[in-house]
């Protein structure tokens, strides 16, 4: 039956062509590791750090989300760094120098220095903060002509330690007034030897609470691989208080 044939022929759907499957994106990779950002889906992945031989250990965005501050160290400090841990027991605690990194990739190099301290952003975006052993740094992070400037913190907590100490000694002593607080603003002809004062440490941590406070925290670690070598002593904090700085008008 021809009209029978022609209607099954009819009803026979029309085969449909495959979707085509989109090529995967190719993404730059490296032997060391970089700074990539995505989308918040996951997709459209790319490095904002190229630099082949640097390891990027640590980062942290700026409160406004427009730069990183990151840590890095050369691919042979870090294994010489590893290897001075592994021989002397200890828990491996990278040391990097710090850079603003731009969501742009456009990078800088904040200083010439290793550091385990984190960077820390003021609350408005615009400065870095980096500690170095007793000495605070702080970063321009926007404009073309950044400045920096360093805070020398070692005579304020000689005379600090000084102070906690005397307090320390007196608790264990039994003395009278145990709780007074202790005068660090007292005039002192010469500074304390650093190696009578337990409590006379290298900065470990920094916070930046407020465009013009910056707490910064002492004490002294040590991290093995046998946890009960590890200790944590005399952790105290610091408080550094910011003001405007008068400028000179041109003529």
């Known amino acids: 039956n021809a009209n029978a044939d022609a209607n099954v022929i009819a009803n026979v759907a029309a085969p449909t062509a495959s979707p085509a499957i989109e090529a995967p994106k190719v993404v730059l990779a490296f032997r ?13 992945i ?4 190229q630099n082949e031989g640097l390891i990027y250990f ?8 427009s730069a990183l501050a990151a840590l890095a160290t050369t691919f042979q400090e870090w294994n010489f760094l590893q290897y001075q841990a ?9 040391a990097g120098r710090p850079r603003s990194v731009e969501k742009t990739g456009r990078e800088r190099r904040l200083d010439d220095n290793l550091t385990i301290v984190r960077p820390v952003w003021s609350p408005d975006s615009a400065k870095i903060a980096v500690a170095f ?27 600090s330690s000084k102070a906690f100490d005397e307090n320390l000694q007196r608790q264990l002593e039994g003395a009278e007034n145990i709780n007074a607080p202790a005068n660090v603003n007292q ?3 010469t500074l304390p030897d650093e190696n009578s004062l337990v409590s006379f440490n290298p900065i470990i941590n920094l916070e930046w609470t407020a465009d013009e406070l910056l707490y910064l925290q002492t004490g002294y670690i ?5 946890e ?8 105290r904090w610091h408080r550094l208080i910011f003001s405007p700085q008068a400028t000179a008008l041109g003529n």
Do not use: H
């Open 187 to 189: 005039e002192t002809a």
């Open 222 to 226: 040590k991290q093995m691989k046998n």
């Open 133 to 159: 052993d007793k000495q605070v740094r702080i970063y321009d992070a926007i404009g073309d002509a950044p400045t920096q400037a360093a805070i020398p913190l070692r005579n304020q907590l000689l005379i």
């Open 86 to 94: 592994e021989s002397k027991g200890e828990l491996f605690t990278p």
């Open 46 to 49: 790319k490095p904002i750090t």
């Open 228 to 235: 009960t070598d590890s200790a944590r002593s005399y952790l």
């Open 58 to 65: 640590y980062f942290v965005w700026s409160p406004d989300s």
């Open 32 to 44: 060391t590791e970089q700074i990539y950002i995505c989308s918040r889906e996951g997709a459209e």
